[in-house]
């Protein structure tokens, strides 16, 4: 079984920074693409960054040049440092792996951790 959990929401100021965490961890054989989504109140859930195993970033138009997603392959870890936040940002981040396992390949997602961005 696979687990995903994130860290490091809390409640900010408009233009501070917050950097989310993210662990997978259980019977990973490979992680391939990961990434974070958001879910602002009363919207639906939408991409913010996402990183492949390759490297390759895509970021929403909305995040560009304030955030930058990243990993680190040994901790199993993907990071979200989010910079000059404003209250838009204000959601619950949730991270996604594609992960390969001992039988097979599987989309998983962590409970998701609450930013809150204060005006």
């Known amino acids: 079984q696979v687990q995903l959990v994130e860290s490091g929401g809390g409640l900010v100021q408009a233009g501070g920074s917050l950097r989310l965490s993210c662990v997978a961890s259980g019977r990973i054989f490979k992680i391939n693409a990961m990434g974070w989504y958001r879910r602002a109140p009363g919207k639906q859930r939408e991409l913010v960054a996402a990183?492949?195993?390759?490297?390759?970033?895509n970021y929403a138009d909305s995040v560009k040049g304030r955030f930058t997603i990243s990993r680190d392959n040994s901790k199993n870890t993907v990071y979200l440092q989010m910079n000059s936040l404003k209250s838009e940002d204000t959601a619950v981040y949730y991270c996604?792996?594609?992960?390969?396992?001992?039988?097979?390949?599987?989309?998983?997602w962590g409970q998701g951790t609450q930013v809150t961005v204060s005006s």
């Open positions: 990183l492949s195993n390759g490297g390759s970033t």
């Open positions: 996604n792996a594609d992960i390969t396992y001992a039988f097979g390949k599987d989309l998983y």
